[in-house]
C-alpha cells in the first residue's frame, strides 16, 4: 500500500476523461489514458490502432469474430492485451500518484495501492449532448452510440472483474456528472484527495 | 421543484443515519427518520411498534405471512403504510429544505423537489463492527444480522421503485463511509448542499 492513486471508472459521455484530467491538473499528478494505450502497444508490439479497436470491447463485441478461428485468435489477443495491460498499470502506480482512467484500475490495483476509486455517471441526455459536443456527429444517433459503448464497458468490467457494472459499492465515491456539474465533481476529487 | 432536499438511502450499519443526522444539524435543516414513523403512525392508526416491524420490510420477508389470508392482510397492510408514507413525506418535503432518511425517499421526490439523493455503503466488516457498537450485541451475527437487513431493504426498494438497490445512477452522489470516514462523507455534503 503506497501512493495514491485516483481511479476513474466512466459512462460514456459523463465527462470522466475531463475530471480525470483536472483533478490531475490541479494536483499536478500525472493523468494516464490515451498515453497509457501508446505505452502498451510499446511493449506488446501491437500496432496503435489495433489496440485502440481491442481495448474495452468484450470477445463476443470483436467485428471480425466471424468465425471460430478468428474468434479464438481475438480472444488469445484479449488475453495477452489484458496482461500487458495489467502489468502496465502495476508499473504506472508503483512510479507514484497519478490519475488512471478506465481499464478496471480500481480492480488491478485493489489490495496492492493506496486508490481512490471513483464512478462518474450522468443520465442518457447529457452524455447524448456531450459526446456530439465532445466527439462530434457520426452516422449513429448519439443514443445508439451510448447504448453500444455502455454495453461494451459492461461486457468488459464484468468480464475482467467479476462484478457488476456501475455499482456503487464497487467505488469510494460515485458522482453524478450531469447533476452535479463537471467543475463540482472535479472540485470534490481534489479535496478529497 | 422547490426546496432543497437531501435524501440518504444507506446500506445497513453504513453510518448513513449519523451522517444525515449530522448534515442536518449542520446545515441547521431537520432530519426525518424515527420521527417520521411515528408521524405516519398518527396518520394511518397503526401503533407505531406494528410499523415499525412493517417498516422496510416486503411483503415477501413478513414473518407473520404463514398462510395466504394472513400474506393478504399483510400486503394490504404495506400499501396502506406506503400510501401513507408517500404523503407525509411529500408534506414534509413541501414544509421546506429537510434530510430524510430511507424509505425510497429518493423515488417518492423525483421530478417533484430539487434533491440531493445520497447513498451511502462501506464493506461488511466496517458494518459488522459498527452495528455491535451502536446497536449492541444480539443472539445473531452481526454478519447475519447485515445480510438480513440487506435482503430486506433490497427487497423492499426493488418492489416501490422498480430499480435495482446500490446503482450508483440512481443517486446523485454514493459514498463508502468506511473508507472515507463518516466525519468526510459529512462534510463533502454539507459542502455539496
Redesign the interface.
Known sequence: MKNKIITISRQFGSGGRTIGRAVAAKLGIPCYDGELIAMIAERSGFSEAHLAELDEHSVKRQPFAGVAERATQSSILQTVLWNTQEKTILDLASKGPCVIIGRCANHILQNKFDCLNV?I?ADKEFRANRIVTVYGETDDSPLKRIQEKDKRRKEYYQRYTNKKW????D??????SG??GID?CTE?LV??Y
Not at 456501475?166 to 459499492?169: L, V
Open positions: 464512478y455517471h456501475g455499482s456503487a459499492e467505488f469510494h465515491i460515485s458522482l453524478d447533476s452535479l463540482t470534490l479535496s478529497l
